[in-house]
């Protein structure tokens, strides 16, 4: 199985920060908002990062 640079660097990153951004996700002071900010970010870096298919794949020959 192939697994693209993106998503090895997006795994990388997330490892890497993964303490960090949840201590900001936490934070009691912080917003009400920010756990669905991270949520929101990983649908879209999914979303963004998913394989294409090609156009002609939905035709039945």
Known sequence: MYISRSVLLLILA???FSPTAFGW???PAG???RPYLIWAAIVAATFLL?????ANEDELS
């Open 14 to 16: 997330a490892y890497v």
């Open 31 to 33: 917003a009400w908002y």
């Open 25 to 27: 996700m936490i934070d």
């Open 50 to 54: 998913q394989a294409r298919a090609p």
